[in-house]
């Protein structure tokens, strides 16, 4: 009855096996890549690996609330973390492809980005509560702090009795906020240093013009974005395990354990995404 009854426990501590065994792998990651493609394609991994790790990290902020708070049980949207964070880095990207497309700075191209995953971040939220309010008829509060850490606002009077709380408290949205551009920002850093690479590589390897092999560079670059920001929304989905309020959450802590394993699997994707034109 142990193995039925005993359920894997999530905690803040990081594994120094774990840990250590990941550093590794993104060494010998990086050192593949260095051999391939030691200029360039080392380069854009190291961009991948911190876009990656971005979106690792800003998915944290995000609150997610998932079933409990479609009835009011728990604060945070009423989605899945993978998906909410999906949306905000998809959001993003278009922000960001957009700002590319019209040339303009690398900077401003990634900015771009990471505004966009907040704007629709802001967007959600904002009718998140406007749907808690007016249609359920419930204020937002906190079952993880008694007082809101920005506000300071409290929060035990609000809470309904059987519930974590409801709604999305302010120090929640601006967490949102804040993933939403971290995401955005990330997404859009993959796509970027993927379109350099393609832009650069394919003509040659297609034997076409740059005119030509742009149309490809655009989707090959998009797909493995998008592709990219669902991995590392996944890992971290797995991370918190279920729900999270935002950066109050004692879940938060966690992220260290998601920055090892976003920057790994970051690693790895775009070493393939590299290799395709490399080799």
Not at 52 to 67: E, K, N, S, W, Y
Not at 269 to 278: E, N
């Amino acid at each position: 009855m142990t193995a039925v009854a005993a359920k894997p426990q999530a905690g803040a501590t990081m594994n120094p096996t774990a840990m250590v065994v990941g550093v590794v792998l993104l060494i010998i990651l990086l050192a593949i890549c260095w051999y391939v493609s030691p200029g360039v394609g080392l380069m854009a991994l190291i961009g991948i690996i911190i876009g990656g790790v971005l979106i690792g990290f800003g998915t944290h902020f995000v609150p997610v609330g998932g079933a409990p708070a479609a009835m009011g049980q728990a604060p945070g949207i009423a989605t899945g973390v993978a998906m909410l964070a999906a949306g905000a880095g998809l959001a993003g990207l278009f922000g960001g492809a957009w700002a590319a497309a019209a040339g303009q700075d690398p900077i401003v191209i990634v900015i771009t980005g990471g505004v966009g995953g907040g704007m629709m971040m802001a967007i959600t939220c904002m009718m998140v509560n406007f749907v808690y309010v007016f249609g359920m008829g419930i204020p937002s509060a906190s079952g993880k702090v008694a007082k809101d850490p920005i506000t300071g606002d409290t929060q035990a009077e609000y809470k309904s009795q059987g519930t974590e709380g409801h709604g999305l408290p302010f120090v929640s949205f601006v967490g949102g906020v804040t993933g939403g551009i971290l995401g955005g920002a990330g997404g859009t850093l993959i796509y970027l240093e993927l379109l350099d690479i393609y832009k650069a590589s394919l003509p040659g390897v297609m034997s076409v013009t740059a005119a030509q092999a742009l149309p490809i560079a655009v989707s090959m670059a998009g797909i493995f974005a998008v592709g990219l920001f669902l991995v590392n929304a996944v890992l971290t989905a797995y991370n918190i395990t279920g729900t999270i309020e935002g950066p109050h959450d004692p879940k938060f802590k966690r992220w260290p354990r998601a920055i090892v394993a976003s920057a790994v699997a970051s690693a790895l994707c775009g070493l393939v995404a590299i290799l395709i034109v490399a080799m």
